[in-house]
């Protein structure tokens, strides 16, 4: 992302189907971080949890509700940075 935008160096975007699922989801990445000691500068939307935004300062986690992440689309908005693809190892 720093060579598109000047704020972070990594946006993470991921959704779920419902506002519990994406509420869930983040749930789990800041009690993962937190368990690791790792500071995080703010999370915001977690109330009506339709879009979810955690700051790590270099890193952006977004986290959507499905159809917010379509209406939204940071891929196409970011289109020019790199992307990176994630494989979760543990799901071989």
């Known amino acids: 992302m ?3 935008a000047n704020f972070c160096d990594f946006f993470i ?3 779920g189907s ?3 699922r994406v509420k869930a989801i983040a749930d ?3 009690e993962g971080l937190e368990a690791k000691s790792m500071h995080i500068h703010h999370a915001e939307g977690r109330e009506q949890a339709k879009w979810i935004v955690i700051d790590l300062g270099d890193i952006l986690v977004h986290i959507f509700e499905e159809k917010v992440r379509d209406f939204y689309n940071l891929e ?3 289109q020019d940075a790199k992307r990176l693809a994630y494989k979760n190892k543990s799901a071989d």
């Open 18 to 20: 419902s506002d519990r």
């Open 28 to 30: 789990g990445i800041i």
């Open 13 to 15: 975007v991921c959704s």
């Open 76 to 78: 196409h908005l970011w």
């Open 2 to 4: 720093r060579k598109v």
